[in-house]
């Protein structure tokens, strides 16, 4: 278990201070425009339903 101390120093190399690096898929379905395109249409469909379902 580690002490406060060490819990307190700055350790900017630290192997937990670096993210992990994407996959090839993850990052062709961050790029791909087709899934963007989609993912924005269902995101408005869904705010224009709670919009139309709180008008009545």
């Known amino acids: 278990m580690a002490t406060i101390q060490e819990r307190l120093q700055n350790k ?3 192997e937990y ?3 992990t690096r994407p996959m090839r ?3 062709f379905w961050r790029r791909c425009l087709i899934k963007q395109f989609y993912m924005f249409w269902k995101l408005n469909l869904k ?3 709670m919009v139309v379902k709180g008008h009545n």
């Open 12 to 14: 900017p190399y630290a």
């Open 17 to 19: 201070a670096y993210a």
């Open 25 to 27: 898929m993850t990052m």
């Open 47 to 49: 705010i224009m339903m």
